[in-house]
């Protein structure tokens, strides 16, 4: 059996959240099985990919699966999840979209995000050699480094997409070393930039900041990652063109978790963070930040929900000479545990009813906490996975979204019609495609204005 399981429903009087739970072991032999099971454990359904699960596998609305996997034959940089091949799959296995992006330069890694107009964000690693790299102000560096990319591909057939947007770390970087040598400055005056010199350069690989998990909100237009080896989780604008992205606007919009990497004084907060993401509006504390802070500086894990010093423009606050920090007081959502302590993989969701699902990767182990931090459901499995999701059971049931609602928020609006516009032309399978025809254009657009409002 791939799963097995100690499932707790209804603990001191409690109640679990009522949906279906996905996720796929990390490696061993199970690695390209994805499956759904609900509160009992029991097994709803299962897809085999073509190849070993890189990160985290998620459903779309009509029960569809989006996974991203290692690709196939040789890659550049074999770091820790490995990916560059993305495989959409219909509820009933089929294979929907098998796209593979990965060369001698570029190599995608742990996480994917859908977004609302049907295309897909994707975190990369991208080669500079020791030269560039020593160009740009790096001390000690024997052999390549492996900056940050984050990458949007537009599906455009079967086995094709295009990059349609494109974010570069390295276009934001900053070096007090040497006058001589570009991008130098004072670190503290600007925690826009990263500091080159900052970060781990794994062993053999060249994976420099680790980034595992990355999400975007479609009202701000941004994206958040968290990157482990920094032990802080950055926000960036997607609301910009990719030339613009590589300039000024593309500098960090806010980051939290160890000040010290930009060298201003606070608190060593995060450790070894993973799986940051927004929660999802109209739930409990939608538009607040969770994240699983693996915490290896103490033994213990912490679950954490904060509240950013988000500005009406979009920007965030940060004073004189302090760091970036949370909306001062205490955290939204706290849990810490020495039994629930993971020092790799790890994530955290907000659940419809209020609750939060947490994942121990490596203990193998899901927990879903009601607001006190009450244990309402355990769920183990025998292989170490990185992140399960909790999503309802309406998921499943293509009716639920109504005709114009892209991007699953049961309310037709301008979101929508962005998103429609945002992918003009040649779309295959692409939610923004209304009516099915391969293309979104104009008709697509009535469409929306049709629908528009609340969805029955």
Same mark, same amino acid.
């Given at each position: 059996?791939?799963?097995?399981?100690?499932?707790?429903?209804?603990?001191?009087?409690?109640?679990?959240?009522? *949906?279906?739970?996905?996720?796929?072991?990390?490696?061993?032999?199970?690695?390209?099985?994805?499956?759904?099971?609900?509160?009992?454990?029991?097994?709803?359904?299962?897809?085999?990919?073509?190849?070993?699960?890189?990160?985290?596998?998620?459903?779309?609305?009509?029960?569809?699966?989006?996974?991203?996997?290692?690709?196939?034959?040789?890659?550049?940089?074999?770091?820790?999840?490995?990916?560059?091949?993305?495989?959409?799959?219909?509820?009933?296995?089929?294979?929907?979209?098998?796209?593979?992006?990965?060369?001698?330069?570029?190599?995608?890694?742990?996480?994917? !995000?859908?977004?609302?107009? *049907?295309?897909?964000?994707?975190?990369?690693?991208?080669?500079?050699?020791? =030269?560039? *790299?020593?160009?740009? +102000?790096?001390?000690?560096?024997?052999?390549?480094?492996?900056?940050?990319?984050?990458?949007?591909?537009?599906?455009?057939?079967?086995? =094709?997409?295009?990059?349609?947007?494109?974010?570069?770390?390295?276009?934001?970087?900053?070096?007090?070393?040497? =006058?001589?040598?570009?991008?130098?400055?004072?670190?503290?005056?600007?925690?826009?930039?990263?500091?080159?010199?900052?970060?781990?350069?794994?062993?053999?690989?060249?994976?420099?900041?680790?980034?595992?998990?990355?999400?975007?909100?479609?009202?701000?237009?941004?994206?958040?990652?968290?990157?482990?080896?920094?032990?802080?989780? %950055?926000?960036?604008?997607?609301?910009?063109?990719?030339?613009?992205?590589? *300039?000024?606007?593309?500098? %960090?919009?806010?980051?939290?978790?160890?000040?010290?990497?930009?060298?201003?004084?606070?608190?060593?907060?995060?450790?070894?963070?993973?799986?940051?993401?927004?929660?999802?509006?109209?739930?409990?504390?939608? +538009?607040?930040?969770?994240?699983?802070?693996?915490?290896?500086?103490?033994?213990?894990?912490?679950?954490?929900?904060?509240?950013?010093?988000?500005?009406?423009?979009?920007?965030?606050?940060?004073?004189?000479?302090?760091?970036?920090?949370?909306?001062?007081?205490?955290?939204?959502? %706290?849990?810490? =545990?020495?039994? %629930?302590?993971?020092?790799?993989? !790890?994530?955290?969701?907000?659940?419809?009813?209020?609750?939060?699902? +947490?994942?121990?990767?490596?203990?193998?182990?899901?927990?879903?906490?009601?607001?006190?931090?009450?244990?309402?459901?355990?769920?183990?499995?025998?292989?170490?996975?990185?992140?399960?999701?909790?999503?309802?059971?309406?998921?499943?049931?293509?009716?639920?979204?109504?005709?114009?609602?892209?991007?699953?928020?049961?309310?037709?609006?301008?979101?929508?019609?962005?998103?429609?516009?945002?992918?003009?032309?040649? !779309?295959?399978?692409?939610?923004?495609?209304?009516?099915?025809?391969?293309?979104?254009?104009?008709?697509?657009?009535?469409?929306?204005?049709?629908?528009?409002?609340?969805?029955?």
């Amino acid at each position: 059996m791939f799963f097995t399981s100690l499932f707790v429903v209804g603990l001191l009087g409690f109640a679990p959240y009522d *949906g279906v739970t996905l996720f796929n072991a990390n490696n061993g032999p199970d690695a390209d099985r994805t499956v759904l099971i609900d509160n009992n454990g029991q097994l709803l359904n299962e897809w085999f990919g073509a190849g070993t699960i890189a990160a985290t596998p998620y459903l779309l609305q009509g029960g569809d699966l989006l996974r991203p996997c290692k690709a196939q034959g040789s890659i550049p940089m074999n770091g820790a999840a490995a990916g560059g091949r993305i495989q959409k799959f219909s509820y009933d296995g089929d294979v929907l979209w098998d796209f593979t992006f990965s060369d001698q330069n570029n190599q995608p890694h742990h996480d994917i !995000c859908a977004m609302p107009n *049907g295309n897909v964000l994707m975190v990369a690693w991208e080669r500079k050699t020791q =030269s560039q *790299g020593t160009a740009a +102000g790096r001390q000690s560096l024997n052999g390549e480094i492996w900056p940050t990319q984050i990458l949007e591909v537009m599906p455009t057939g079967q086995t =094709s997409g295009e990059i349609v947007w494109e974010w570069h770390l390295w276009d934001h970087i900053i070096q007090d070393i040497s =006058s001589s040598l570009p991008n130098y400055g004072i670190i503290s005056q600007h925690p826009e930039k990263l500091d080159i010199n900052k970060g781990i350069l794994h062993p053999q690989n060249g994976d420099w900041i680790h980034v595992n998990a990355l999400d975007y909100h479609p009202t701000l237009d941004q994206i958040v990652f968290s990157s482990n080896s920094l032990d802080e989780i %950055f926000i960036i604008d997607h609301g910009i063109t990719t030339e613009e992205a590589a *300039g000024p606007a593309g500098d %960090f919009l806010y980051r939290w978790g160890n000040p010290s990497n930009y060298e201003r004084t606070g608190t060593h907060v995060l450790w070894n963070v993973h799986g940051v993401n927004w929660i999802d509006d109209g739930l409990s504390g939608e +538009g607040n930040l969770l994240l699983f802070n693996n915490g290896n500086d103490d033994g213990s894990s912490d679950l954490i929900e904060f509240v950013t010093p988000l500005q009406p423009d979009g920007s965030y606050e940060i004073s004189n000479n302090n760091p970036y920090a949370p909306v001062p007081g205490d955290y939204v959502f %706290f849990y810490e =545990s020495n039994d %629930f302590h993971g020092d790799h993989l !790890c994530g955290v969701y907000r659940l419809p009813n209020g609750n939060t699902i +947490g994942t121990n990767g490596p203990g193998s182990e899901i927990r879903e906490l009601n607001s006190t931090g009450q244990i309402e459901w355990q769920y183990y499995t025998p292989d170490s996975i990185m992140r399960a999701v909790k999503y309802p059971w309406e998921i499943l049931d293509p009716e639920i979204q109504c005709n114009g609602d892209i991007n699953g928020d049961n309310v037709v609006n301008v979101v929508d019609l962005l998103a429609v516009i945002e992918v003009w032309g040649e !779309c295959v399978a692409c939610d923004a495609d209304i009516n099915n025809d391969g293309y979104v254009n104009v008709t697509d657009l009535l469409g929306i204005v049709d629908a528009w409002g609340a969805c029955p």
